[in-house]
């Protein structure tokens, strides 16, 4: 006798939460399931959970893909299971949208925020909010300025999600009200968490943040110098003096590639205002941060970048030849593990390289050990998470640390301990397939270098002209405390064993 | 980092160290305590027994709340993973005529207290504004503001001196609540009136995302004196220690010698709700360690030890957890919804004309939707 077939719908798994992320599925279809048994693993704004089955029975379908975003009550899997009889009394249930095609009478969210989700509409906690200031400042009698907004916005005010309001409209609500909500994220969070870096809100006072708020600053953004991080008033007037001088020659000068290459970056599309012919996004979080940050590099330290082209084919060479070492076996071993090697030990004799300015105390810090930054794509956007101790490790271990760097920044699980305390770094644009580039310094550091890409290109070869594979290194150094002396003999160095990696006999 | 050097010295907040009693160390070895191995001299193999089982169904209960949680059918759920010996303990060492007032995580001493399965998950399923009658099973449906059940409990062991009685309020909250205002106002009141009240503080060393130590330099156990309230820090996961260290100052409240606090130190091996992620602020390494002291583990250890842990024993067991467990499927499935007239329920404890009328208007209004009539005048 064939089974009943069930529709499991995504469910709000936190509180108020309008969509999930399947990150994986455990079962395939046709497998048979027990009640409880972990079928997917799915990402909220919140958190990645575990969903357990609510049946027992046989996976007939499962709808959608890992990597999808599904909306709240939308179709998750489909379940086979024992006939009618035997149904479990969930079959009604209205929080999971039962089994029936027809549209879930109750919201699938439980929680009283009772947003409608409107197709194309997400919710939009914000600006809701805006909307009933403007209608309740500037129209006091619901006027018609914003019908729609404000009509909404009286009539439900339980109602936390703008539906699919045009667009157009929703703009001179963020325009009206110039300062931005400093305390709060805006409703719609990416799918990939953001916040994780900081993890909270940070700390301040009630006085030092009113006059953020005044100041169009955001706290997320500002290094708080105080005792346990907090956030001082200078803190927040510092910010205010980089953003001001931002404003002035941020967008000027041509910005290499490799000069989002720093710091916790990322970059939020903020779908929700988009206008016809132009997008719009408000200067905060992440990106005001790296921005800050970037302007404070570029502008306090004086950079000077070199270059230096040469063929990695005997690098390349070894790279094939380590692979094949047993030891070496399942390691992902790239040039960029060599370039990472070869910078050590070039630091080993240019110790200039691996130091701070610290402009307060007064003192050039150099380091007498390496942390070594990696500039990383990841789901939260470019971070530059840094290996601690990287003079210690060898080859195989280096690799390991990369790979494991990587798949941390890759799953967005790269925490604040990666990320800070880099002493210099590296940042490989040739993925990109860039050969070169004026990389900027990840504030802090002395020194950053950029790998190209290794491309197959006619070059003098023992006296003739050979295909070789060759790769432009960039080097950028703060000339506040490393000579051009000593930034070319370090660059000269990691290029003398990528082009031979036999040479490191003769510098360690 | 600071914290961590806070959290690493002996006896620190968040670290056993001294003054913890244990009588069951994390292998499962009982070690004597002599002033509370009298308290505990009843407990023989077959209560031990009954602990043991306690806690395997709390904590089925737990996670059998916890899926009905991802599968849609609870809007939010509080886990108590990892804090069932410091519930059962001390749930199990009270008298039915005492009274509990505790916060939303102490589902295991609810459970110790008789409540119907159905009654926890109301609250949580947005099927009604409570779960059970308070005076049933003589405790006080949950608190979601944090640390005011200290209050309430401190109240009404005023109010059980007054009436003369021998009974003993008992309240629950966690290492975060004592930071609260509400908390330390209950201690001031009840070390004046010498109440006969129970002050249970679970650490379980994580007030949802800030450590215990940010919020307590020394140990929560020694604010108390301060008040001039005698405490005791007992191995929260050591369910025989905490029922000895109840029953203690449950005999004190009893005799006229006033409040007492415990510090149960343990740990919240899950989220703080189904809708938190613990990973993004805790050290998984922290986890593995009190992983290794699990509360039920021990018992298990203990048990097997003295050749108590036989087959009959955890099947018989894991039978009681699978009923319970359907029990709770069953009753949350079948849960009927609320009426929309039901919100007029539980406002006054006596009848009230003004409100009865209000209700009268409220279904007539509804009533007048009667073309539509179906089951969701409530969305």
């Known amino acids: 006798?064939?089974?009943?077939?069930?529709?499991?719908?995504?469910?709000?798994?936190?509180?108020?939460?309008?969509?999930?992320?399947?990150?994986?599925?455990?079962?395939?279809?046709?497998?048979?399931?027990?009640?409880?048994?972990?079928?997917?693993?799915?990402?909220?704004?919140?958190?990645?959970?575990?969903?357990?089955?609510?049946?027992?029975?046989?996976?007939?379908?499962?709808?959608e893909q890992p990597g999808t975003v599904v909306e709240v009550g939308a179709p998750l899997v489909s379940f086979e299971v024992a006939g009618p009889a035997g149904a479990p009394p969930s079959t009604g249930s209205a929080a999971s949208g039962g089994d029936t095609g027809a549209?879930?009478?109750?919201?699938?969210?439980?929680?009283?925020?009772?947003?409608?989700?409107?197709k194309g509409g997400r919710p939009e906690r914000r600006a809701r909010r805006f909307a009933s200031q403007l209608s309740g400042g500037l129209n006091p009698a619901g006027g018609s300025a914003l019908p729609g907004l404000a009509e909404r916005a009286g009539s439900a005010p339980m109602i936390e999600a703008v539906p699919a309001v045009p667009a157009v409209p929703a703009r001179p609500a963020f325009e009206a009200v110039p300062v931005a909500p400093v305390l709060e994220p805006a409703g719609p969070l990416p799918a990939t968490p953001v916040r994780t870096i900081s993890g909270e809100r940070p700390r301040s006072t009630p006085p030092v943040r009113k006059l953020a708020r005044d100041l169009g600053i955001r706290l997320e953004g500002v290094p708080g110098t105080g005792p346990g991080g907090l956030i001082t008033r200078d803190d927040v007037l510092a910010a205010a003096q980089v953003a001001s001088a931002s404003d002035g020659v941020g967008t000027g000068g041509g910005v290499a590639p490799a000069s989002v290459i720093s710091s916790p970056a990322t970059f939020i599309p903020a779908g929700a205002q988009d206008t016809a012919r132009e997008t719009r996004?408000?200067?905060?979080?992440?990106?005001?941060?790296?921005?800050?940050?970037?302007?404070?590099?570029?502008?306090?330290?004086?950079?000077?970048?070199?270059?230096?082209t040469i063929d990695v084919t005997p690098t390349m060479e070894l790279i094939g030849r380590v692979k094949e070492s047993k030891a070496f076996a399942g390691v992902r071993i790239t040039p960029l593990t060599?370039?990472?090697?070869?910078?050590?030990?070039?630091?080993?004799?240019?110790?200039?390289?691996?130091?701070?300015?610290?402009?307060?105390?007064?003192?050039?810090?150099?380091?007498?050990?390496?942390?070594?930054?990696?500039?990383?794509?990841?789901?939260r956007g470019l971070l530059v998470p840094n290996i601690k101790d990287a003079q210690e490790l060898s080859l195989l271990e280096l690799a390991g640390a990369l790979t494991g760097l990587?798949?941390?920044?890759?799953?967005?699980?790269?925490?604040?301990?990666?990320?800070?305390?880099?002493?210099?770094?590296?940042?490989?644009?040739?993925?990109?397939?860039?050969?070169?580039?004026?990389?900027i310094l990840n504030p802090g550091e002395a020194a950053i270098l950029a790998m190209g890409a290794v491309r197959r290109m006619p070059w003098e070869y023992g006296g003739q002209i050979a295909l070789r594979s060759v790769m432009t290194l960039s080097l950028s150094f703060d000339h506040r405390l490393v000579d051009g002396e000593q930034g070319s003999r370090f660059l000269a160095d990691v290029g003398a064993i990528l082009a031979d990696p036999g040479m490191v006999l003769t510098m360690v | 980092m600071a914290l961590k050097n806070i959290e690493s010295v002996p006896g620190g907040p968040g670290e056993p160290g001294s003054g913890l009693i244990q009588l069951i160390t994390a292998d499962g070895v009982r070690v004597p305590e002599p002033a509370y191995d009298a308290l505990v001299a009843d407990i023989d193999g077959a209560a031990l027994q009954g602990l043991y089982e306690d806690m395997v169904v709390v904590r089925r209960i737990d996670s059998e709340a916890t899926a009905l949680q991802r599968q849609g059918e609870l809007a939010?759920?509080?886990?108590?993973?990892?804090?069932?010996?410091?519930?059962?303990?001390?749930?199990?060492?009270?008298?039915s005529d005492d009274f509990v007032f505790s916060s939303y995580r102490e589902n295991a001493v609810a459970y110790c207290r008789g409540v119907d399965l159905t009654d926890i998950l109301r609250v949580w399923r947005g099927n009604a504004s409570s779960g059970w009658d308070p005076f049933a099973i003589n405790m006080a449906t949950p608190q979601v503001i944090i640390g005011a059940q200290t209050l309430h409990a401190t109240g009404y062991a005023m109010g059980v001196l007054n009436d003369g009685d021998d009974a003993v309020a008992v309240t629950y909250f966690g290492d975060g609540a004592t930071s609260q205002g509400d908390v330390n106002e209950a201690m001031v009141f009840a070390a004046s009136f010498q109440a006969p009240v129970i002050f249970f503080c679970q650490n379980n060393h994580w007030a949802i995302s800030e450590p215990v130590g940010l919020q307590a330099h020394v140990p929560i156990a020694n604010r108390a004196p301060g008040f001039g309230i005698p405490s005791?820090?007992?191995?929260?996961?050591?369910?025989?220690?905490?029922?000895?260290?109840?029953?203690?100052?449950?005999?004190?409240?009893?005799?006229?010698?006033?409040?007492?606090?415990?510090?149960?130190?343990?740990?919240?091996?899950?989220?703080?709700?189904?809708?938190?992620?613990?990973?993004?602020?805790?050290?998984?390494?922290?986890?593995?360690?009190?992983a290794a002291k699990d509360p039920l583990k021990r018992l298990e250890a203990h048990l097997d030890s003295r050749g108590l842990f036989d087959e009959a024993f955890t099947a018989a067991v894991k039978a009681k957890a699978d009923a319970v467990a359907a029990?709770?499927?069953?009753?949350?499935?079948?849960?009927?919804?609320?009426?929309?007239?039901?919100?007029?329920?539980?406002?006054?404890?006596?009848?009230?004309?003004?409100?009865?009328?209000?209700?009268?208007?409220?279904?007539?209004?509804?009533?007048?939707?009667?073309?539509s009539a179906s089951s969701d005048g409530s969305s």
């Open chain 1, 1 to 63: 006798m064939a089974g009943v077939i069930k529709e499991f719908r995504l469910p709000d798994l936190g509180e108020g939460l309008t969509e999930s992320e399947i990150v994986s599925w455990h079962v395939a279809v046709g497998d048979t399931v027990e009640l409880n048994q972990i079928i997917a693993d799915v990402e909220t704004a919140k958190a990645v959970v575990e969903l357990p089955s609510p049946y027992a029975g046989v996976i007939a379908e499962l709808h």
């Open chain 1, 103 to 118: 549209p879930a009478k109750r919201e699938p969210n439980l929680v009283g925020y009772g947003a409608a989700v409107e």
């Open chain 1, 281 to 308: 996004t408000p200067i905060k979080g992440m990106r005001k941060h790296t921005a800050a940050a970037m302007v404070a590099s570029a502008f306090t330290a004086p950079h000077v970048t070199e270059f230096l």
């Open chain 1, 338 to 379: 060599i370039v990472a090697k070869a910078l050590c030990i070039a630091l080993q004799r240019n110790p200039t390289l691996n130091s701070r300015w610290d402009e307060a105390a007064g003192d050039i810090v150099q380091f007498n050990y390496v942390n070594l930054g990696i500039a990383a794509a990841t789901p």
């Open chain 1, 406 to 439: 990587t798949e941390r920044a890759r799953a967005g699980k790269t925490g604040p301990a990666d990320l800070s305390g880099g002493t210099i770094s590296i940042t490989n644009i040739g993925v990109f397939g860039i050969d070169a580039g004026t990389p």
């Open chain 2, 76 to 95: 939010l759920w509080p886990p108590l993973l990892g804090q069932e010996a410091a519930q059962i303990g001390s749930g199990r060492a009270l008298r």
């Open chain 2, 232 to 290: 005791v820090r007992v191995d929260g996961n050591d369910v025989l220690a905490c029922l000895a260290v109840t029953r203690q100052a449950l005999a004190r409240a009893r005799s006229g010698g006033g409040p007492t606090f415990i510090e149960a130190v343990t740990y919240r091996m899950g989220p703080h709700t189904t809708a938190d992620d613990p990973t993004r602020y805790r050290d998984a390494n922290e986890l593995e360690d009190w």
């Open chain 2, 327 to 371: 029990e709770l499927r069953a009753g949350c499935l079948g849960m009927p919804e609320p009426a929309p007239s039901d919100v007029f329920k539980h406002v006054y404890s006596t009848p009230n004309s003004w409100l009865d009328r209000q209700q009268d208007h409220y279904e007539r209004y509804l009533s007048s939707f009667a073309d």
